[in-house]
């Protein structure tokens, strides 16, 4: 009985890495990204935003890990190399209705074999709704609202693991101009605020991210 607690453990610990994340916006707001990935982000963090997304290519780096991400058409792609650990993943996104969208994730990990998402989204007048079933077993659900110059975004990491409802992040992002984003945003896992800053233009991004004494960065580049 002994063993099985401890393996179930283990289990538990390497199946859902609650430090992951791709690109610095997402990171800057506390980990929000399920409701609000507008670009080749989505393929990682929500699929079913890929029919909003702008397409484009992704490349950050977040505690020294190498992260790209794609987004084209109905289709999306993300690999990610950090800790010792890579995985990747081929999405894909299909309107509901003019409001709601589907997804589907299908990937590798190195050292998990084969995985696979689903995810929802809902849109409406600036508000939000995402949930990523993350390798279907990780729910994980979030909220946010937009406007032209504000976007605040909260969620939980883990519905389902009683342990995990504390582990929840909240977000927000200020445009006080077109070509400026500032962000902020709490993680539970860290005991300090988390900040950033975007430089935008209509085809490139430049988004960096402050975590814990560490600089962390991303660029992404818009078709």
């Not at 990747?88 to 996104?93: D, F, R, T």
């Not at 084969?114 to 007048?125: E, F, G, H, I, M």
Request: aromatic share 16%.
């Amino acid at each position: 009985m002994k063993r099985s607690i401890i393996y179930l453990v283990l289990l538990i610990c390497v199946s859902t890495p609650a430090n992951a994340c791709i690109g610095a916006r997402q990171a800057a707001m506390g980990w929000c990204g399920v409701a609000i990935s507008d670009d080749a982000t989505t393929a990682y963090w929500n699929p079913a935003a890929i029919v909003w997304a702008k397409d484009g290519f992704m490349y950050g780096s977040i505690w020294g890990s190498t992260d790209l991400a794609a987004k084209y058409g109905s289709f999306g792609f993300h690999y990610v190399d950090e800790w010792g650990k890579w995985y990747c993943q081929i999405g894909y996104g299909h309107h509901l209705n003019t409001h709601s969208a589907v997804g589907f994730n299908l990937g590798w990990m190195n050292y998990n074999g084969p995985t696979a998402d689903v995810s929802y989204l809902y849109r409406v007048n600036g508000f939000s709704f995402g949930v990523l079933a993350q390798n279907l077993g990780n729910i994980r659900p979030e909220i946010a609202y937009s406007t032209e110059f504000v976007t605040l975004s909260a969620g939980i990491y883990d519905l389902l693991n009683v342990y995990s409802l504390r582990d929840f992040h909240v977000g927000v992002e200020i445009r006080p101009f077109p070509i400026l984003a500032l962000r902020g945003g709490y993680n539970s896992d860290y005991e300090d605020l988390i900040y950033g800053v975007a430089i935008k233009t209509s085809f490139l991004t430049l988004d960096y991210v402050r975590i814990e004494e560490v600089n962390c960065f991303s660029i992404t580049c818009i078709f």
